[in-house]
């Protein structure tokens, strides 16, 4: 009967330790491999050393400056952590619980698949994204407007290399190019693979701020990737890829890694996959 009472008295304590230990776990897991990461764990040591100095040694004067010093920590850490901040409110905000994701039809994305393959087989460098639910104009107008329907060709006189479009991305929205050459926010990710260009960090970028779908094609291997929520998978065939995209416009629950090593084309899409780590939690896994 202790018990009971104890429960009844104390449960909202209870919802307020697990509610700060998740809190705490999705920050830290939200800036671990970003710029931020460091400086985030290094004022987390040096106000946990100092407040425990002075309570054990009776250092009032110090203790009193970082008690003062926490009054203002929050507008410190909005500076300090200003595209951190950024990147994470863009994910929230753009989540699709509050956007309806712009569903390309059968049509359109074999479009796109043949777009790039014609692309990876002549070895041209492409940087793709299809717009979903969350409008990404504002990249749009970065670069030259077109406003023509997509094709194959057109496509490949874009990324021809020394053509004028040639350098940034393509968007895509309801099956037309809206823009070429257009810039796209690279990723500050401290923890991805050396061996990814400009392209595959500014196809992470633009993922970690919208919840576009970017298709890379490296201009030195014809390896096709797919980037989504900060995520990226490479080496798609495609069969794989046809597959890969049905999947993420359908919004259809990704299969875990278990699932994934009993299909077919699926799983050697991504044994290849280089970045385990998202920044907007989801059901999304990559097996590697």
Same mark, same amino acid.
């Given at each position: 009967?202790?018990?009971?009472?104890?429960?009844?008295?104390?449960?909202?304590?209870?919802?307020?330790?697990?509610?700060?230990?998740?809190?705490?776990?999705?920050?830290?897991?939200?800036?671990?491999?970003?710029?931020?990461?460091?400086?985030?764990?290094?004022?987390?040591?040096?106000?946990?050393?100092?407040?425990?100095?002075?309570?054990?040694?009776?250092?009032?004067?110090? +203790?009193?400056? *970082?008690?003062?010093?926490?009054?203002?920590?929050?507008?410190?850490?909005?500076?300090? *952590?200003?595209?951190?901040?950024?990147?994470?409110?863009?994910?929230?905000?753009?989540?699709?619980?509050?956007?309806?994701?712009?569903? !390309?039809?059968?049509?359109?994305?074999?479009?796109?698949?043949?777009?790039?393959?014609?692309?990876?087989?002549?070895?041209?460098?492409?940087?793709?994204?299809?717009?979903?639910? !969350?409008?990404?104009?504002?990249?749009?107008?970065?670069?030259?407007?077109?406003?023509?329907?997509?094709?194959?060709?057109?496509?490949?006189?874009?990324?021809?290399?020394?053509?004028?479009?040639?350098? +940034?991305?393509?968007?895509?929205?309801?099956?037309?190019?809206?823009?070429?050459?257009?810039?796209?926010?690279?990723? !500050?990710?401290?923890?991805?693979?050396?061996?990814?260009?400009?392209?595959?960090?500014?196809?992470?970028?633009?993922?970690?701020?919208?919840?576009?779908?970017?298709?890379?094609?490296?201009?030195?291997?014809?390896?096709?990737?797919?980037?989504?929520?900060?995520?990226?998978?490479?080496?798609?065939?495609?069969?794989?890829?046809?597959?890969?995209?049905?999947?993420?416009?359908?919004?259809?629950?990704?299969?875990?890694?278990? !699932?994934?090593?009993?299909?077919?084309?699926?799983?050697?899409?991504?044994?290849?996959?280089?970045?385990?780590?998202?920044?907007?939690?989801?059901?999304?896994?990559?097996?590697?």
């Amino acid at each position: 009967m202790n018990v009971f009472h104890f429960a009844a008295a104390h449960w909202k304590d209870a919802v307020e330790i697990v509610l700060l230990a998740v809190a705490i776990y999705y920050t830290w897991r939200f800036f671990k491999g970003t710029p931020g990461a460091n400086v985030l764990v290094g004022l987390v040591v040096l106000f946990l050393a100092a407040m425990l100095l002075s309570q054990l040694l009776g250092l009032t004067v110090i +203790g009193a400056i *970082f008690e003062s010093l926490s009054k203002v920590l929050i507008i410190a850490l909005v500076i300090i *952590f200003q595209p951190e901040l950024r990147r994470g409110l863009a994910a929230l905000g753009g989540h699709r619980m509050f956007f309806a994701a712009n569903q !390309q039809n059968r049509e359109t994305l074999e479009l796109v698949r043949e777009t790039t393959f014609d692309l990876a087989n002549r070895q041209l460098g492409a940087l793709i994204a299809i717009e979903r639910g !969350q409008n990404i104009e504002g990249f749009a107008e970065s670069g030259v407007k077109i406003d023509c329907a997509l094709s194959t060709e057109l496509a490949v006189s874009i990324f021809f290399p020394k053509t004028p479009l040639h350098d +940034g991305g393509i968007i895509i929205r309801n099956e037309r190019i809206v823009s070429a050459a257009c810039i796209f926010p690279i990723t !500050q990710r401290a923890d991805l693979d050396r061996a990814l260009g400009l392209r595959h960090r500014a196809a992470l970028g633009l993922t970690e701020e919208s919840d576009a779908i970017v298709i890379v094609v490296s201009e030195e291997t014809g390896i096709v990737s797919i980037c989504h929520r900060g995520l990226i998978e490479r080496s798609f065939d495609p069969e794989s890829f046809d597959h890969r995209l049905a999947e993420l416009f359908a919004l259809k629950d990704e299969p875990d890694s278990k !699932q994934l090593a009993g299909k077919g084309p699926v799983p050697s899409s991504r044994r290849h996959s280089v970045v385990s780590h998202s920044p907007e939690p989801g059901n999304d896994r990559l097996a590697f």
